[in-house]
């Protein structure tokens, strides 16, 4: 009988929605018939980060790594792993040649990731502070609070270099020394877990799967800045994440990790959550403060800054959770350990939601000045079906949309600022030929429309202005002098609108007139779409030599439009047809032409 087991088994949201905690309790269920409890521990953890791939199960000490699992294959893996320590092969993540990975180490997916942020995901129960403990948790908050100063924490953290991950890349440890100088009865520290763009889910998986390091790391900032009281806003719509960090919470204040007196040292610092109501401008610094004070969260004008006059008028640091989540490791290991890491002006790693028309879709944390290339064809596994790469979003609705010539470009917060893009908090959403580049503008602007406070003009009407003309491309009703008042707009909302939301909602807009002229061309004068995805100027018809009769077109048709006597060729009748390309998808023998 196979001895000490640990059966990791992913419990973020992703593999929760595809039955993970099934699985969970059916692995209990079946230890428990087998005997074999007490010689291993199940363990519920964070995400793997290889969600293409979910639910995941891992045992260890062995390091078998189990892809798609269903709950009826639980007791398969306890009667032959853990019971006879003979790993189930055809649950096992395949190689591109067919061979079965022995562990992480052997899947493409994981090799050029370094894992700072991620380091606990995946690894430990994030419901239990002993596991944290056990991977040296809560140990920079004791070196902190016996053998460091402030002025010390604040000075490693200018040696590492780490710039605020939430897309701004602010100097961390200027936005704390700003902090701390400014004079005041009181202080705020505020984690930013307001992650709304769309495709993003990098902040919360690492509080679903690690929430001790970002309350660690927030009473590492209190002491550095002199504040006492902590808050960390996150959306409603998050339950697991929220429901994880409130059982750490308790944990902390029970073990006197947080709150009055913390490990007998004096320093007092207490955190509270509030909830978020899923406004995307919120995650802007001083809406997001409005909001906490319970006001409508909108942005308001700068300067001061928060580090001067933030939360009810008192000094504030706001940082994203990805950045706190790198900083007890660096008071560990140090600042030059992290500085090491990356590139000579973007130190440390990044974390990025990798999603889109990609085969190994999940997050990925690499560092700093790792090339696209390498992120969407050594990580992600290339185009699905054998597209052709067309183009990727980063940075989400307020980032730009690069072509197939940046592909080499090193991902740091200079390089992509110079192209037009930018870091944002980490989406990163890849194209193939099959998109069209300005249905995916469209897509983001009515994003960014809806979520404007509407609080100042150039976002409010600039915005939807813009949408309106990208709108007449898509139908092919638009003319030249459309573009150019496209570009007249767009850096009119970038000099003149409040925040960084409308100042940034035409990036999508510019960066794809510079990168894919052609294809605003093609919708304009051609009145073509040429990856056929704006309905109005999609024909859809059927080749007479290639259809068969064979029928599935005209069932799958909703609007009955298609006829024709079975094993005879079948027609379209135009004047009926919606264009929503279910008889494209439906028929095997590629006699549905889209022109």
Known sequence: MALNNYCLVCGGTGCESSKSDDIYKKLKEHAEKAGISNQVQIVKTGCFGFCEKGPIVKILPDESFYVEVKPSDAEKIVSEHLVKGRPVKELLYKTADDIAAKSEADIKFYQKQVRIVLRNCGIIDPENVQEYIARDGYAALEKVLFEMTPEKVIDELKKSGLRGRGGAGFPTWLKWTNTRATPADQRYVICNADEGDPGAYMDRSTLEGDPHSVLEAMTIAGFAMGATKGFIYIRAEY?????????????????????????????????????????????????????????????????????????????????????????????????????????????????????????????????????????????????????????????????????????????????LTKLGSMMGSGGLIVMSEDDCIVDVVRFYLEFSVEESCGKCAPCRIGGRKLLNLVEKVTKGTATLADIDTMKQISFAMQRASLCMLGGTTPNPVLSTLKYFEKEYMAHIIDKKCPAGKCKDLVTYSIDKEKCIGCTVCARKCPQGCITGERKQPHEIDQSKCIKCGACFDACKFGAVLVS
């Open 239 to 415: 339950p697991l994440a929220i429901h994880r960090l409130e059982v750490a919470m308790k944990q902390s204040r029970e073990m006197g990790l947080l709150g009055k007196n913390i490990l007998g040292s004096g320093v007092e610092f207490d955190i509270e959550i509030r909830l978020g109501a899923g406004a995307f401008v919120c995650g802007e610094e001083t809406a997001l403060m409005q909001s906490i004070e319970g006001k409508r969260g909108m942005p308001v004008p700068k300067p001061p800054f928060p580090s001067v006059s933030g939360l009810w008028g008192k000094p504030t640091s706001i940082n994203n959770v990805e950045t706190f989540a790198n900083v007890p490791v660096i008071i560990l290991k140090g600042g030059d350990w992290f500085a090491s890491i990356g590139t000579a002006t973007s130190k440390g790693t990044k974390v990025f939601a990798l999603t889109g028309a990609i085969n190994n879709s999940g997050l990925v944390e690499v560092p700093m000045g790792t090339t696209l290339r390498e992120i969407v064809y050594d990580i992600g596994g290339g185009i699905k079906g054998g597209k052709a790469f067309k183009a990727v979003q980063s940075g989400g609705p307020s980032g730009g949309v690069l072509s197939t010539e940046f592909l080499d470009t090193p991902i740091d917060y200079e390089s």
